[in-house]
């Protein structure tokens, strides 16, 4: 059985051990308007080939999984319509039966683990939501960074997320936490949450290294590399508090539950916020490809020196 189709590119470079960076879907068909969705892959792409990389953007297309789009695929990616978002729950049932759709953080995870890709770089991942205690809805992308060995490149938790219980998940998952050049957790569009992270390092060469190392060791799971959105595009926590919490409310006063919460207050977010939520969105996600690139490279010179 073959399990999925890699892009020209993407085939070559895993076939000479060039750095590969896997990228999201859904924020292609979920995150914006056609035509910035494509505006904006075709910058991430470019950021992680400037970097001397390949970008391998994964979705399943027909019930194919596809590592890494040709620039074709990817706009008729960015104009389809009722395409699913895709996690771990629900990846094999689209492609069995022959549907599309788009990965997020968990089902990207895992497309990168069956290509034998090492690095994969998003925008924010998923976490504990407010109020967890009494809805129970987390995130499986948790569950995934404690079992896919994969290291994860993200500016923190989503800000509209409970940071601190998804940081006390992820120790008790037994995933490793590390800011990239600061001591403070990031908070996705906010350079600091507020939250000493629980490790620091300084370089990718450091982080590739972390990741060689618990290959080694037999520890299972990947790692996630907190990256802060660049200082000139950050919308601080304090602009942001009352923001997310007037929008918090808007969606109690609407009903709107489960699934349908997290789009609902990005969008509310981006209102409240006259578009900067947005912007912001997009400096860190390319912010991001450019620290996976990086990593990659690193890692792909361990690999070849070892």
């Not at 978002?85 to 089902?107: E, Y």
């Not at 207050?265 to 939520?277: H, K, P, V, Y």
């Amino acid at each position: 059985m073959t399990l999925f189709t890699p892009a020209p590119d993407v085939a070559d470079a895993l076939a000479t051990g060039a750095p590969v960076v896997a990228l999201e879907s859904t924020i292609i068909t979920h995150g914006m308007p056609y035509p910035q969705n494509l505006d904006v892959a075709r910058q991430v792409e470019a950021d992680v080939r400037a970097g001397g990389g390949v970008p391998a953007t994964m979705a399943v297309i027909n019930g194919t999984l596809h590592v890494g789009l040709t620039d074709a695929a990817l706009e008729d990616l960015a104009q389809a319509r009722n395409v699913a978002k895709l996690s771990r729950a629900d990846m094999a049932a689209c492609i069995a039966s022959g549907g599309t759709g788009a990965t997020t953080v968990a089902a990207t995870m895992i497309a990168a683990r069956i290509a034998g890709i090492a690095v994969f770089a998003t925008g924010g991942i998923g976490g504990v939501h407010q109020g967890a205690e009494a809805s129970f809805d987390i995130s499986a992308d948790l569950m995934e960074l404690a079992q896919t060995p994969v290291t994860v490149v993200a500016a923190g938790a989503k800000a509209i997320l409970d940071i601190p219980k998804t940081l006390e998940v992820l120790e008790t998952q037994g995933v490793p936490v590390i800011a990239f050049g600061q001591d403070d957790v990031p908070a996705f569009w906010s350079r600091s949450a507020g939250i000493s992270a629980p490790l620091r390092m300084d370089s990718a060469a450091e982080i590739a290294a972390a990741h060689a190392q618990r290959a080694a060791l037999g520890v299972p799971g990947g790692q996630l590399v907190a990256n802060p959105i660049p200082a000139e595009d950050e919308i601080d926590r304090a602009t942001l508090a009352p923001i997310i919490e007037q929008a918090a409310r808007d969606a109690d006063a609407h009903g709107i539950t489960g699934k349908g919460v997290t789009p609902y207050l990005l969008q509310r977010i981006f209102e409240l916020t006259e578009g900067r939520s947005l912007t912001a969105n997009i400096a860190l996600v390319r912010n991001n490809a450019r620290l996976a690139t990086q990593i990659a490279t690193e890692l792909c010179a361990l690999q070849k020196d070892a």
